[in-house]
Nanobody
Framework: QVQLVESGGGLVQAGGSLRLSCAAS????????MGWYRQAPGKQRELVAG???????TYADSVKGRFTISRDNAKNTVYLQMNNLKPEDTGVYYC??????????????WGQGTQVTVSS
């Protein structure tokens, strides 16, 4: 399994932008799905965006049109560009490789998370 390290989180005002990066310790070329999840205080971890090895992307309805996920296989890095941020986007953002969430457990490779806080 690859090790994943997220970066780019921080404090931003509503309407602002952040770009998250997820650096993998090894090649992500053959990893079918790379995803970004977030977990707000007291809430379950939820999928924000995912991208397949072929470049197909999927987004949560709440972030469509504002967030863009991309992957650079040559750099073994996945990005999440977040624009027009809202206070409800606040949470810990996790990068995951071939993630599976089942019965409250998390399978696949996960990073340690990066905090995103959006002030109103």
């Amino acid at each position: 399994q690859v090790q994943l390290v997220e970066s780019g989180g921080g404090l931003v005002q509503a309407g602002g932008s952040l770009r998250l990066s997820c650096a993998a310790s090894g090649s992500i070329f053959n990893i079918n799905l790379m995803g970004w999840y977030r977990q707000a205080p007291g809430k379950q971890r939820e999928l924000v965006a995912g991208i397949t090895s072929g470049g197909s992307a999927t987004y949560a309805d709440s972030v469509k049109g504002r967030f863009t996920i991309s992957r650079d296989n040559a750099k073994n890095t996945v990005y999440l560009q977040m624009n027009n941020l809202k206070p409800e986007d606040t949470g810990v953002y996790y990068c995951a490789a071939d993630p599976l969430v089942a019965g409250g457990a998390y399978f696949g490779s996960w990073g340690q998370g990066t905090q995103v806080t959006v002030s109103s």
